[in-house]
Nanobody, 118 residues
């Protein structure tokens, strides 16, 4: 399964962004889907995860109430809606899919940069 992220960019604090992850070469619907992020010198951390059927979600404490994760299995996509962005959300965001919970990590995208300025 190949994953490709889109939707990153440069935004002001308080703005919103939606990241999308499209899968090819296989079906995403049998895997949990997740978003991770990483900043230089730090460990990659889980941001949000959604179960294979969309029935369960997980959010890191730092994004609860601001981020939403959803999926469209018919379109083979997993998306992350990020609202009220903060400068500390600045990172490279990675899409992932797999069997793990809350950190699916069998397949990874290449990452997309999100930069939030104050």
């Amino acid at each position: 399964v190949q994953l490709v992220e889109s939707g990153g960019g440069l935004v002001q604090a308080g703005d919103s962004l939606r990241l999308s992850c499209a899968a090819s070469g296989g079906t995403l619907s049998i895997y949990n889907g997740g978003w991770f992020r990483q900043t230089p010198g730090k460990v990659r951390e889980i941001v949000a995860t959604i179960s294979w059927n969309g029935g369960s979600t997980y959010f890191a404490d730092s994004v609860k109430g601001r981020f939403t994760i959803f999926r469209d299995n018919a379109k083979n996509t997993v998306s992350l809606q990020m609202n009220n962005l903060k400068p500390e959300d600045t990172a490279v965001y990675y899409c992932a899919a797999g069997t793990g919970w809350p950190g699916p990590n069998n397949y990874w995208g290449q990452g997309t940069q999100v930069t939030v300025y104050s």
